[in-house]
Structure formats: structure tokens, C-alpha cells
């Protein structure tokens, strides 16, 4: 209940009612400040603070005719308010309002993908301790590599959505930057004191420097942290998606009572949710390049970046955060197959324990050209005979010169390859 709610939440952000009243709420942080400094009276706020309001139908209605959405916007807000409208957007201009509002949805959006990955962090953390000693073959290029475990995967998972929760952070930060400066930046028509004031009311800092807008440099920085976190939710989608092919079946995502696969083949069991994650995080990295290249505007703006930032952000951010509910929910009810792991793992009869053969040749003396040689070798044969390694080593006249039986059975320990992973899971903090 509570995800399904926070799904709700990012898309009210998004909604015109909250867009039109943070616009009004910026305004409204401008007035206070005049009338803090007696240069609108008291009653004068008093009134629009009561009396402001807007009607999103209206404002449509104003902006076919006008074509500008935040004249229109005023228009019907003047409806509202009376003759103490003029005091209204007072020395400002459209960038003003749109900007700081927009840092406000960003915001917003930021706290609420900050609580996706914290809550997606815990859920990985919490797998990784229950699976830290499940053992499974580690993989490079596809190809069984040496033995890891499971929960050494997880954690793996799990220290890459603390950096971005870092990321995150930060880019809340870069972000949280307000421009009340006026046309084309340089104060004009109001002091910069009134900017310091306001955007300390509405939390925000006041931007050292702008041109008519916001610098997209900020924007281009969010964004990247949006697509970056992406990747993250697709690096674990694709290894789902593998690990739960049917030749390898180690994991499954959970499959509901009543779902269906396939309308043609009943038995089918398919990694839909990884799928459907990997094909939204394509969505989130192309959206990046259009809000890169809003950040190289004409003098000191253009309107190019408005139609992109109107379309990017909001779907970028409910995207992402769909993306991390539906993640860490299907990593909560995951299926894990352990006896499928070790089946897997000795797949290869043997040869996953190639490179401590080759050490122990190495440390009776062998140079490590020799003992490669000699081991290859052998592992080579295995791929191309009925017959596992240890037969093949015990059997090479060259190898049980130097190594005795014992020394080869110490090869084959799987407790070898595993007896640092409590170390790694203390520098992790799980």
C-alpha cells in the first residue's frame, strides 16, 4: 500500500493543480518579501494572500487567446485577486517563475526517489546477509569463471544504490537553486536582496549568477543521475533475465496465481518484469541527450529547452521511480533455485578450479608460463573427452611428480574460494 501510494505521489507533482501552485507559491514568497520591506502594505498581502487562487480551466481558456501560459495564468489569478494584482509578479519575468517552480518539482520528485532507493537498498541488504553463503559459479564474458556467492551479488547490488543515493542527494542539491534576477538576469527591475529573501522562504538558494534562466547545466546534471540510476535497475534486470533462462534457472521472478506467460504455450514462465525494467531504462538514458543539449541556448536564452522540460521530467522521474518500486519488489519476492546454483556450478567437472591448479604448480616452482601450459592443457581435454579435471590432474605424469593426491584435493575446496567473503561483507557494512 504504501509503494502503490508513493507511485501516486510522483505523478500528483506532475499534475497541472501542483505546477500552477507552485507558481503561485513563488509569486506569493516575492510579495511577502515587498511587504516585509513596506514596499506593498500589509493589508495589500494580506489580500492576495487570501484571494489568490486560480482555475486550470480558465487558464487554458486565456491561454489560447494570449498563447502564453504564464500570462494566462496571471490573467486568471488578477481575476481573483482585484486591483491589488498589480503588486504581482512585480519586476519579474516568466523564467523567474517557471524556473524556481521547477526546482521545487525537482525536489520533490528528488525526495521521493531518494525513500525508492533507500527502501530498495534495505531490501538488497537484507537478501544479501540471507544468501551470503549460497554458492554459486561467478561469471565473466558468459563463461563460468571461479565460485562467488549469491549474497556476494547482492552486495554488490546493494553498494551501487548507496552511490546512488549519494548521487541522488546531490542531485537535489544542484538542483535546489532559485532565479528571481528578471529579464535577462541583471536585476533591473528588482533588487537582488528580494531574490535572497524569497527563495530563504521557499528553502531554495538564490543562483550566483543567471541570464534569463536558470543555467540547464543543473538540469543536464539531474538528469544524468535519473539515467545513471536507471542503469543500475537494468544491470540487475539483465542478470535476472539471464539467471533465469531455462538452461541455467537459478533465479525466477515471482509468478501470481492465475498469471499466464505466453498465449501460446502454457508452460511458459517469462522474466516479464526484467524486461519491462530493461526497455524503461532505455527511455530514461535517451531522454538525457535532449536535456544535454538544452544547456547550449541562444545569448541569454531561447525557449528550444521549455518543450523538452516539459515532456522529460515528468516522465523521466515517474519512470524511474515505477522502475525502483517494481525492482525492489520483485528482488523481495524473487525466487532463488540454490540447488540449481551448485548443479550449475559443477557443470564444467571441475575446471572452474583452473587457476588455483595452476598456483599450486607455481608454488612447487613452476614458472607461470609453465604451470599455464601445463594446465591448459589438461583443462582443454576435458572440454573435448568424457572425464572431469581432477581425473585428468591426478592422471598428468608431470603434475603428480610435484603435486600428491592431497595437494590436488585441496584444489577442489570450495571453502577456499568463499573464506574472505565475511571480510568483503564487513567493508560493505551488511
Same mark, same amino acid.
Given at each position: 500500500?504504501?509503494?502503490?501510494?508513493?507511485?501516486?505521489?510522483?505523478?500528483?507533482?506532475?499534475?497541472?493543480?501542483?505546477?500552477?501552485?507552485?507558481?503561485?507559491?513563488?509569486?506569493?514568497?516575492?510579495?511577502?518579501?515587498?511587504?516585509?520591506?513596506?514596499?506593498?502594505?500589509?493589508?495589500?498581502?494580506?489580500?492576495?494572500?487570501?484571494?489568490?487562487?486560480?482555475?486550470?480551466?480558465?487558464?487554458?481558456?486565456?491561454?489560447?487567446?494570449?498563447?502564453?501560459?504564464?500570462?494566462?495564468?496571471?490573467?486568471?489569478?488578477?481575476?481573483?485577486?482585484?486591483?491589488?494584482?498589480?503588486?504581482?509578479?512585480?519586476?519579474?519575468?516568466?523564467?523567474?517563475?517557471?524556473?524556481?517552480?521547477?526546482?521545487?518539482?525537482?525536489?520533490?520528485?528528488?525526495?521521493?526517489?531518494?525513500?525508492?532507493?533507500?527502501?530498495?537498498?534495505?531490501?538488497?541488504?537484507?537478501?544479501?546477509?540471507?544468501?551470503?553463503?549460497?554458492?554459486?559459479?561467478?561469471?565473466?564474458? +558468459?563463461?563460468? *569463471?571461479? /565460485?562467488?556467492?549469491?549474497?556476494?551479488? @547482492?552486495?554488490?547490488?546493494? #553498494?551501487?544504490?548507496? =552511490?546512488? %543515493?549519494?548521487?541522488?542527494?546531490?542531485?537535489?542539491?544542484?538542483?535546489?537553486?532559485?532565479?528571481?534576477?528578471?529579464?535577462?538576469?541583471?536585476?533591473?527591475?528588482?533588487?537582488?536582496?528580494?531574490?535572497?529573501?524569497?527563495?530563504?522562504?521557499?528553502?531554495?538558494?538564490?543562483?550566483?549568477?543567471?541570464?534569463?534562466?536558470?543555467?540547464?547545466?543543473?538540469?543536464?546534471?539531474?538528469?544524468?543521475?535519473?539515467?545513471?540510476?536507471?542503469?543500475?535497475?537494468?544491470?540487475?534486470?539483465?542478470?535476472?533475465?539471464?539467471?533465469?533462462?531455462?538452461?541455467?534457472?537459478?533465479?525466477?521472478?515471482?509468478?501470481?496465481?492465475?498469471?499466464? +506467460?505466453?498465449? *501460446?504455450? /502454457?508452460?511458459?514462465?517469462?522474466?516479464? @518484469?526484467?524486461?519491462?525494467? #530493461?526497455?524503461?531504462? =532505455?527511455? %530514461?538514458?535517451?531522454?538525457?541527450?535532449?536535456?544535454?543539449?538544452?544547456?547550449?541556448?541562444?545569448?541569454?536564452?531561447?525557449?528550444?529547452?521549455?518543450?523538452?522540460?516539459?515532456?522529460?521530467?515528468?516522465?523521466?522521474?515517474?519512470?524511474?521511480?515505477?522502475?525502483?518500486?517494481?525492482?525492489?519488489?520483485?528482488?523481495?519476492?524473487?525466487?532463488?533455485?540454490?540447488?540449481?546454483?551448485?548443479?550449475?556450478?559443477?557443470?564444467?567437472?571441475?575446471?572452474?578450479?583452473?587457476?588455483?591448479?595452476?598456483?599450486?604448480?607455481?608454488?612447487?616452482?613452476?614458472?607461470?608460463?609453465?604451470?599455464?601450459?601445463?594446465?591448459?592443457?589438461?583443462?582443454?581435454?576435458?572440454?573435448?573427452?568424457?572425464?572431469?579435471?581432477?581425473? @585428468?590432474?591426478?592422471?598428468? #605424469?608431470?603434475?603428480?611428480?610435484?603435486?600428491?593426491?592431497?595437494?590436488?584435493?585441496?584444489?577442489?575446496?570450495?571453502?577456499?574460494?568463499?573464506?574472505?567473503?565475511?571480510?568483503?561483507?564487513?567493508?560493505?557494512?551488511?
Amino acid at each position: 500500500m504504501i509503494r502503490r501510494y508513493t507511485l501516486e505521489k510522483m505523478g500528483k507533482i506532475w499534475d497541472e493543480e501542483n505546477k500552477f501552485r507552485k507558481w503561485l507559491e513563488v509569486e506569493i514568497a516575492v510579495c511577502e518579501v515587498y511587504a516585509g520591506m513596506k514596499k506593498i502594505p500589509q493589508k495589500v498581502l494580506l489580500n492576495i494572500k487570501n484571494k489568490a487562487n486560480f482555475n486550470i480551466a480558465r487558464i487554458d481558456e486565456i491561454e489560447k487567446i494570449v498563447n502564453h501560459d504564464v500570462i494566462a495564468f496571471l490573467t486568471n489569478v488578477s481575476e481573483y485577486v482585484g486591483p491589488d494584482s498589480r503588486y504581482v509578479h512585480m519586476g519579474l519575468t516568466s523564467s523567474d517563475i517557471l524556473d524556481t517552480s521547477m526546482a521545487l518539482l525537482l525536489r520533490e520528485a528528488a525526495d521521493i526517489l531518494i525513500v525508492d532507493l533507500k527502501n530498495f537498498a534495505a531490501i538488497l541488504k537484507k537478501l544479501a546477509r540471507k544468501y551470503k553463503k549460497t554458492v554459486m559459479i561467478g561469471r565473466s564474458h +558468459g563463461i563460468h *569463471a571461479e /565460485p562467488i556467492t549469491f549474497g556476494l551479488k @547482492l552486495a554488490l547490488w546493494y #553498494t551501487e544504490i548507496l =552511490r546512488d %543515493i549519494e548521487r541522488m542527494n546531490r542531485a537535489r542539491e544542484i538542483i535546489s537553486f532559485g532565479k528571481l534576477s528578471g529579464a535577462v538576469g541583471t536585476f533591473s527591475n528588482i533588487d537582488p536582496i528580494i531574490e535572497e529573501k524569497a527563495c530563504r522562504i521557499l528553502k531554495l538558494r538564490p543562483a550566483p549568477v543567471s541570464s534569463q534562466i536558470i543555467q540547464r547545466d543543473r538540469y543536464a546534471e539531474y538528469m544524468s543521475v535519473l539515467a545513471v540510476i536507471s542503469t543500475t535497475v537494468e544491470k540487475i534486470a539483465v542478470e535476472i533475465r539471464h539467471m533465469q533462462r531455462t538452461e541455467v534457472l537459478e533465479l525466477s521472478e515471482p509468478f501470481g496465481k492465475g498469471q499466464k +506467460g505466453s498465449s *501460446a504455450m /502454457p508452460h511458459k514462465k517469462n522474466p516479464i @518484469l526484467s524486461e519491462r525494467l #530493461t526497455g524503461m531504462a =532505455r527511455i %530514461i538514458r535517451g531522454n538525457l541527450v535532449p536535456v544535454l543539449e538544452n544547456n547550449a541556448l541562444w545569448h541569454e536564452r531561447d525557449i528550444s529547452h521549455s518543450s523538452v522540460e516539459r515532456v522529460v521530467f515528468p516522465d523521466s522521474t515517474i519512470l524511474l521511480d515505477y522502475m525502483l518500486v517494481k525492482a525492489a519488489d520483485m528482488l523481495e519476492n524473487i525466487v532463488v533455485y540454490p540447488e540449481n546454483m551448485i548443479k550449475n556450478l559443477n557443470r564444467t567437472r571441475g575446471l572452474i578450479f583452473s587457476q588455483r591448479a595452476m598456483l599450486s604448480l607455481v608454488d612447487k616452482g613452476f614458472t607461470r608460463e609453465e604451470a599455464y601450459k601445463i594446465i591448459q592443457r589438461n583443462a582443454l581435454l576435458v572440454w573435448d573427452k568424457d572425464t572431469d579435471f581432477r581425473t @585428468l590432474l591426478l592422471n598428468d #605424469t608431470e603434475i603428480n611428480k610435484n603435486l600428491t593426491e592431497q595437494d590436488i584435493d585441496k584444489i577442489f575446496d570450495l571453502n577456499y574460494y568463499l573464506r574472505n567473503i565475511e571480510k568483503i561483507f564487513k567493508r560493505v557494512g551488511i
